[in-house]
């Protein structure tokens, strides 16, 4: 409604990719487009458009993404250069890095969140912190 983006952020590129539910796969995976695990995977993920892990999807892995949206289980790092979206229900352990997160009711997540451009901490070094004044006993300043 209103502003709010549509509930299924998997970009239509043309190419969609599937670990159907029932199917185990274990290995480094490197799609164009979307990735959708309904089933079980283990390895690594890199560079598809989107990711989706559905309600039924378990994954094992190291993830390089531009988008994820995660409605199962991730277990393992995941970067997203544009947005991850944890949906009801979904359990995540693991460090999150991207530069926006929607997280909703009802999510287990247990690990660290970096979120940003990574601008700030650039910024942040360019300038040098001021020296605190020395102070005396009394907490005046000495001369």
Known sequence: MFGKEPENQAVNTGQTSI??????FDGKVEVRGTFRVEGEFKG??????SLVIGKTGVVHATVTVKNAIIGGQLFGNII??????LQSGSHVE??????????DEGVFFEGNCSMGSGQRKAQAGASAP???????SKGLGKK
């Open 19 to 24: 670990i159907a539910q029932g199917c185990k």
């Open 44 to 49: 690594s993920i890199g560079t598809p458009e």
């Open 80 to 85: 997203a250069e544009n947005k991850i979206e």
């Open 94 to 103: 693991g460090d999150i890095k991207t530069k926006r997160l929607v997280i």
């Open 130 to 136: 001021t020296p605190a004044p020395d102070l005396d």
